[in-house]
């Protein structure tokens, strides 16, 4: 049962990641980590969107931009190797304080500036690049930051997306090689496996097929109050126990 519900939660990430323009790591780290420990939600969640990543990468394959994927695809997978390594020597309760912060913080600022643009320049693709990169590999997701950076560019939907899947399977590639490494890819994991790669393939096909029919700008504001409530959630989960212990 436990599965299932993981499961459904999994597709609903993955729809509303889609739709949303910024992925899915943004729900899927948080939810993960409802049902697993922190380390091994970093594992899962890296696993899920290497699957995640190819299926955007077909369903989306008539859009991509070769003058953004070159400059940030390398910092952004040298940035995701030097954040998914400093896991290592991180407390698991400060990266799930500091994943809550970041939720609360990126959502905020998008909800209160929905049109702030950075200038489409190949210095902020290469910052965007690293900054997405090491945000993703410490606290498992960096996919606003990368699509404020791709927003800049102003590209075609279908660019936009596939461009981005591109960026982040070698940021999932190198982060999920490095979590291996370090023991957060288990044997439940691997257990896990074809239903992530299920849950990938439905999710993608479900939030391609509601791109083309829902404005986005209205549906980003949704997923971002959904990713800000996730936020508080997370925040509050950790400041509980201080709060307990300060009454």
């Not at 899915?24 to 922190?38: D, E, K, N, R």
Request: proline share 4%; net charge positive.
């Amino acid at each position: 049962m436990e599965l299932l519900w993981f499961a459904l939660l999994l597709v609903l990430a993955e729809v509303l990641g889609t739709v949303g323009g910024f992925g899915s790591s943004m729900l899927v780290m948080p939810i993960a980590g409802w049902f697993l420990p922190f380390t091994e939600a970093l594992g899962l969640t890296a696993v899920f969107h290497v699957f995640s990543n190819v299926s955007k990468v077909i369903l989306f394959r008539q859009g991509f931009s070769w003058r953004v994927f070159l400059p940030m695809v390398l910092p952004a997978v040298g940035g995701v190797y030097i954040g998914a390594r400093l896991t290592g020597v991180a407390d698991g309760s400060m990266l799930t304080l500091l994943l809550g912060v970041l939720l609360v913080l990126l959502s905020g600022v998008f909800l209160l500036f929905p049109t702030a643009r950075v200038e489409p320049t190949m210095r902020n693709a290469v910052l965007g690049g690293g900054l997405s990169g090491l945000v993703a590999g410490l606290v498992g997701t960096g996919g606003a930051i990368r699509g404020v950076t791709l927003a800049a560019f102003g590209l075609e939907r279908s660019a936009f997306v596939c461009t981005s899947a591109w960026i982040d399977l070698g940021v999932d590639l190198t982060r999920s090689v490095v979590y291996f490494e370090q023991g957060y890819v288990n044997e439940r994991v691997w257990t896990w496996l074809p239903v992530l790669a299920a849950v990938s393939v439905v999710g993608s096909w479900a939030g391609r097929s509601l791109l083309r029919l829902i404005p986005q700008d209205r549906f980003r504001t949704w997923v971002l109050l959904l990713v800000m409530l996730i936020g508080l959630y997370l925040l509050g989960r950790q400041a509980w126990p201080f709060l307990l212990a300060a009454i």
